[in-house]
Every structure is written in C-alpha cells, then in structure tokens.
C-alpha cells in the first residue's frame, strides 16, 4: 500500500487535482461569516459589495454627480478578484492536507478484530472495540487499532503511515510497544492493547488534523491580526476625512473612489495571504512525516531557544563500537585480536558484531564455523556482567573490566596496572572499556566507543549562529558525557538524566524567558514532553509519549527536531518578509494614488507626483488592479516559505528590509505605472 505521505509528495505547488477543488472553495469562502474572521479581506469584500450596489444604482437610476460607470465596475471587479485569490491562497494550502486526508481515509477500513474473552476470543468489528479491550494479532493481520502490545514480539510493517517500506519491530515491555490501527503485523503475534475509543484513534486525529479542523491561530499571528485590524481602522479613518477636504477643494472623490482607496491603503497583501502562510507551515513540517498537533506549536519552533536532544541515536550512532585493542605487556595484539572475536562470535549485540568486524578488519581474522560439539558460549548476564565461550580447556571472557578482574583472581591471576590505567583514559574519554581473559590471563582490553554522527557538529555551530542553545541529555555519567558533549560540539549537557532532572531543567529554561524543545520516545519521556513548548516524540514510542508531545514524528528519527526549528523559523520569517513587504506596499501605494487625486488643486503637491499617472481615474483603478494581482503573485512564495538560513536575527532584520521593504516600495510604483500606461493605451480609462 502507497503511503499517504508518498501520495502527499507527488502533488506538485500548483497540481490541477488541488487547483480544481482550490477555485470552487475560495467562492464558497465568500460567505460573510468566514470572511469575518479575516478583517482587512472583510474590509474588502464589505468595499466589493457597495461598490456592485453603487454600479447597480448608477445604472438604473443615473443620479447625478455619479462616477463614470465603467469605472465603478472596473473598481468592482478587481475588488471582488482580490477577495477572491486570498480565499484561493488559503484553499491551496488547505487543499494540500485535503489531499492527504483523502489518502489516510483510503487506508481506513473496517476489519475484524480478535477481542479477548474470559480466557477465549471472539470476532468483532474493530469500531466495537473500546479502549481497554485486548486483541489478539497474528501475522498477516491489520492491527485493529491503537494500543499498546502487552504480550509477544513482531515485525510490523507500518508503510501506511510512514511512507517507509522496511518493517519494523514492536515489542511489549519498553519504548517500543505502541503500535497503530491499519498497520500490518508481518511475523509472529501479539497482544494489543487499545488505547484509545472510537473515532479517536491516531489515523483519525490525522485526518483532523491535516485537514485543517484543528488548526487554531498562534500567539503572533493574533498579535498580528490586532496590528491589521489598527492599520485597517487608521486607514479608514483616513479615507473618511478625505471626503470633506475634497469637497472643500472641489474636487470630486466619489463613493467608489474612497472605497477603492481604503482597499489599496489597507494592508490586503499579508491579510490575504496570512491563513495560507501559517497553513503552509503545518504542511511543511507533514511533507517531512513530522504530525503538528497544531499551528501554534510550529511557530514556537521557530522562536526556540533551546533544544535537548537525547544522546543516544541523535547525537551518537546509537551503539557503541570497537574502535582499537589495547593488549596487555607482552601479549601480542593479533593474540588479542582472536581471543575477542571468539567471545564475540555467539554475541549478537550491536558491540559483539563490531569487535568481530574490527578484528576482521584490522586483523585479518576471518569468522569461524561455530561447532557446538566444541564451543560451550557464555551468555551475558547482569549477574556476571561478563560473556565468552569455553573450548575445551580455554576460558576466553569479555565483559566489564571489574568482572573480569574478580573472574581472573578466583583463578589466581591479576589485572595489570597499565591495563587499569587504560581503563581510566577510556572512561575518562567518553567511552567503554571491556577487558577480555584467557583463562587467568588478562589479554587487553577493547576501547568501545560512542560514535558521534558525521556532520552533526557542523549543525550545532548553525544553531548556535543563531542564538540557539543545544543540551545534550545521557543517563551516562558526568565524565562519560563530557567526553561525548567537547566532541559533538554542544554547549551543555546533563548528565544521569532521570525524569525529574530533564523537568526541573526545562523550567528552568523557561523561568529565564525562553522557549525550549526536546524529543522522547518512552513513559518516562511525557513529563517533560509535556513541560516543553514544543515535544517532538517518535512514533515508535509508548502512548503516553505520543500523547504527552504537541508533534509526532512518524520516522522516529531524533534528529528530526533540528529540521522542525528550521521549518518553525522558516515559517516565521516568510510570515515577518511578506509583512514587510505589504506595509511597504501600502506607504508607496499612498503616495502614489493621493498626489495624482489632489494636484490639480494643490500644485504644491506636484514634487510628490513622481509617477505623473494619466488621470485621477487611472490612479485608483491601477492601484485596485496592482492589489489584486501582487496577491496572485504572492501565492507561491507564501505556499513555499521564504528560503531559510541559518542567520543571526540582526542580519535576518537587514535583509528582509533591504529585499522585501525596499521591494515593496519599489514594486508598486512600477507596477502602478504600467498598469497605467497599459490602461491609457487600450483607451479604457477617461479623464
């Protein structure tokens, strides 16, 4: 089965299967009730209105002193083409989750369930089950809903709302047992758990979510609004007090006149394109498998000021591996080499594959037939701390130092200081010692290691040239962490992390101002999963985590939360550039029309009148035209967000005044002009 992130993947900016719906919605968005939740575009249909009654009452009753009706219809039309394209604007971006939750419904059907009954089953719809109720699932079988496993292990294949074709294992017992309804068991059976009643599963919050439904409005998106609905009422205040003065100058400004004007000076560009930037946000994070639970959780991503990542599998490799050998005095090294790879053959632990590969490697020493008739293997055990093989009379150990020292005096050996001391630098370094015996012999030790990803520094020093703090989180000891924090390249780290450290730590980030984000993926995780302004926790994880965080990462890759900022800031910075650019707009916008209406009376304005429009009609009706069509052009750039980089907030400031401030003075005298010239050549405009 295709996954609907897949299917979401292949739907381009403009793909006709979005345009199409796109069209048709933005008309039904005309309704005045969802307009209003918009006030500058409410300003502007309320204008679109009048000026359609003011055309109708000019033609039926022809009062005089009217405007032109060529003109009114003109001003209508192009009024009521803006309302329409920032409807369209937000039904694109909408469109887009649409799509997808036409997909997710695509994978929602109905299957029979195994329910659990007094010590038997029975077979009932998956919508029967309630939450609490145990299902039994064997391989081949979907996953009737979400839950918990409680019982077995099996390999699940979870396409469907991962996109990822290699299948995956889910357990009972750990971090790993939450599993999700449509899913596919591949091998062996389970016992699930349902977490959740119907029409609350994950697929369903899902659908909600993409669609839009639960989308609300963030805090500066709210602070933005009130500043649209002031500029709107400044400006309207404006225009009214322009009729008297233009009575007084006997200059004729008509009805249609001052309402055009009021939609030009008014801040239509970002009102019409605000829904379809925060929407796009979400989007972004969707296309990346990342589920924002809502707007306002994107944007504190991208006003984050620190992030705690969990060492293990984000900043480090995940395993520890065998990365040198360090023999004892007067044991050679290749002697060493064997006696590892033989303790680690029956070792199927990601450090017991990496000492076989490394003295395959480095060594020259091949992986041997393993004979049970000749080999006995030691299974590890937290007893012992220690695992190997015996044949026949050789004891090969390996395992943690201290245990093998004990195994090594009991049979009347000795660790050697320099080995000891070894052992300390390794500690000390960041990494595992383990030390490994033939008989009573103490052959060396082997230097396992936390492998700090590649580049994963290099990304830090990005977020740290923005201002972003990055604390690493281990529940290994101080010196181990340090270790590990001086070579990935974070600014701090905690240590022995239980739940309640990374709580107090996240209150206290936020006590200082700041908003702080981290990733989780067990029971343990929620607490401050919850606690922090945005918790990313990984789909593979329990209930609890994926209940706790405000996103969900579907990959469950950890390191995903580094791309959840920058599509966070991304989405800010394309909201504060269009921003700039539309208030630019408005002051060349206002300059440009006001001089071409007042000159003849007030020659004193003529230094003003730079771009010497054709006449006062010209002036406002290109005006309308340029309004109408920047929106259009606007969409894409709203829709795929302002290119992001990594720039302190001083130079995000200097840029986006010098590209989009300057370009949104200097793109309306332009375009006014050759709508202008445009309009003078075809005739359509008189004086």
């Given amino acids: 089965m295709a996954s609907a992130s897949s299917k979401t993947k292949q739907l381009s900016l403009f793909d006709p299967a979005i345009l199409r719906p796109a069209l048709l919605e933005s008309l039904r968005k005309l309704d005045p009730r969802r307009v209003a939740r918009n006030p500058v575009m409410f300003v502007v249909e309320v204008g679109s209105v009048l000026t359609t009654l003011l055309w109708l009452r000019d033609r039926l009753l022809r009062p005089p002193g009217a405007a032109p009706g060529w003109f009114t219809l003109s001003v209508s039309v192009w009024l009521w083409f803006t309302v329409v394209f920032a409807n369209f604007a937000e039904a694109v971006a909408e469109g887009r989750g649409k799509a997808q939750a036409q997909a997710l419904r695509r994978m929602r059907r109905e299957v029979t369930a195994r329910r659990r009954v007094d010590g038997g089953e029975e077979r009932v719809p ?4 309630r939450k609490g109720d145990t299902v039994v ?17 099996a390999s699940v294949d979870e396409s469907a709302i991962t996109g990822e074709s290699a299948p995956v294992i889910r357990e009972s017992g750990g971090d790993r047992s939450a599993v999700t309804g449509g899913t596919r068991v591949l091998s062996d059976r389970i016992v699930v758990r349902i977490g959740v009643e119907p029409g609350e599963s994950f697929l369903d919050r899902m659908i909600a979510l993409v669609e839009g439904a639960a989308r609300q409005k963030t805090p500066n ?25 233009a009575r007084y100058a006997s200059i004729d400004l008509s009805a249609t006149a001052v309402v055009a004007l009021l939609v030009c000076l008014i801040p239509t560009t970002i009102g019409g394109l605000l829904s379809a930037i925060g929407i796009a946000g979400m989007d972004r994070l969707l296309r990346k498998n990342v589920l924002a639970m809502s707007g306002r959780a994107v944007e504190a991503a991208g006003d984050v000021d620190t992030l705690l990542l969990d060492k293990t599998g984000t900043i480090t490799l995940g395993n520890r ?4 050998l360090i023999p004892s005095p007067g044991v050679a090294v290749e002697d060493l080499a064997d006696a590892a790879q033989l303790a680690s053959l029956a070792d199927e632990t990601p450090e017991g594959r990496s000492i076989v590969v490394l003295a395959k490697q480095q060594y020259g020493l091949r992986g041997r037939e393993v004979r049970e008739a000749e080999h006995h293997f030691i299974p590890f055990t937290a007893q012992t701390r220690m695992s190997g093989v015996d044949m026949g009379p050789r004891r090969i150990r390996k395992g943690a130092v201290d245990a093998v020292a004990r195994h090594v005096a009991a049979l009347g050996g000795a660790l050697p200081p320099e080995l000891q001391a070894a052992a300390e630098r390794i500690g000390d370094s960041g990494g595992t010692p383990l030390a490994v015996s033939d008989g009573a012999r103490v052959l060396g030790l082997v230097h396992l290691k936390d492998v700090v990803k590649g580049g994963i520094a290099e990304r830090f020093e990005r ?14 000891n101080p010196r181990t962490a340090a270790a590990i924090a001086r070579e990935a390249g974070v600014d701090d780290f905690l240590a022995e992390a239980t739940p309640e450290a990374k709580m107090r730590l996240i209150k206290d980030e936020q006590a200082k101002g700041k908003l702080v984000a981290m990733t989780g993926d067990g029971t343990n995780d929620a607490p401050a999963l919850a606690q922090a302004d945005v918790g990313v926790a990984m789909n593979t994880g329990t209930q609890a985590a994926k209940e706790a965080g405000n996103m969900v990462d579907l990959d469950s890759n950890p390191t995903k939360l580094l791309e959840v900022v920058e599509v966070g800031k991304q989405l800010l910075m394309t909201r504060g550039t269009l ?7 408005d002051v060349a916008k206002y300059f440009a029309i006001l001089p071409a209406l007042f000159v003849a009376v007030y020659p004193e304005l003529a230094p003003l009148d730079v771009m010497h429009l054709a006449s006062p009609f010209s002036a406002i009706l290109s005006a309308v035209i340029f309004n109408a069509i920047i929106i259009v052009l606007l969409i894409p750039l709203a829709l795929k967000g ?4 990594p ?6 400031l200097r840029r986006s005044l010098l590209l989009y401030g300057v370009g949104g003075v200097v793109a309306p005298f332009a375009g006014i002009k050759l709508i202008d010239l445009a309009l003078a050549a075809t005739r359509l405009v008189h004086a």
């Fill in 321 to 324: 591996m065998a990365t040198e």
């Fill in 642 to 645: 302002v290119r992001y980089r």
């Fill in 647 to 652: 720039l302190g907030a001083a130079a995000v």
């Fill in 126 to 129: 998956a919508s029967a089950l």
């Fill in 463 to 476: 977020f740290r040239a923005m201002g972003i703090r990055t604390v690493m989180i281990t529940g290994d």
């Fill in 221 to 245: 998106e709210i602070a933005l609004h009130i500043l649209l609905v002031g500029l709107t009422v400044i400006f309207l205040f404006a225009c009214v007090t322009l009729v008297p003065v």
């Fill in 137 to 153: 699932v064997e391989a081949g079988e979907v996953i009737p809903g979400d839950g918990e496993i409680v019982e077995g292990i």
């Fill in 579 to 585: 921003t700039t650019f539309s208030i630019a707009n």
